[in-house]
């Protein structure tokens, strides 16, 4: 198991956009899917993407295709993920989570290991 880390949330104005981080907090993220999840107030989780390791299928839920991209930078063990034009609809907690395997099945929001999350306020 490797420790999930999520950084870069902040406040920001519909169609601004915003970059979050995803590190490992120990060990390495090169071998591993990387799953981005969302979750806002009263809501249920809501899948954003998944990216595999290796080059393996990168998939985007519908609400955010286009918009949103996700990439990985092996050399800094860092997962990223690019939100542009971003919409009111779009505000939530942010998590990274992962299941330790190596390619994503398409979207969801089951895996054993998460981060902590990190806020997407967005608001005039």
């Known amino acids: 198991q490797v420790p999930l880390v999520e950084s870069g949330g902040a406040m920001v104005r519909p169609g601004g956009s915003l970059r979050l981080a ?3 907090g120990t060990g390495t ?12 107030p009263g809501m249920a989780r809501e899948a954003v993407a998944c990216i595999s390791s290796n080059n393996g299928p990168t998939y985007y839920g519908d609400s955010v295709k286009g918009r949103f991209i ?3 930078d092996n050399a800094k ?3 990223y993920l690019q939100m ?7 505000a939530a907690v942010y998590y990274c989570a992962t299941d330790s395997l190596a390619n994503c099945r398409g ?3 089951d895996y054993p290991y ?3 999350g990190t806020q997407v306020p967005v608001s005039p």
């Open 22 to 24: 995803c590190a490992a």
């Open 29 to 40: 993220l090169d071998y591993y899917l990387i799953a981005w999840v969302r979750q806002a």
């Open 70 to 72: 996700v990439s990985r």
């Open 77 to 79: 063990n860092t997962v």
């Open 84 to 90: 542009d034009n971003l919409k009111a609809e779009d």
């Open 107 to 109: 979207l969801g929001v």
């Open 114 to 116: 998460w981060g902590q």
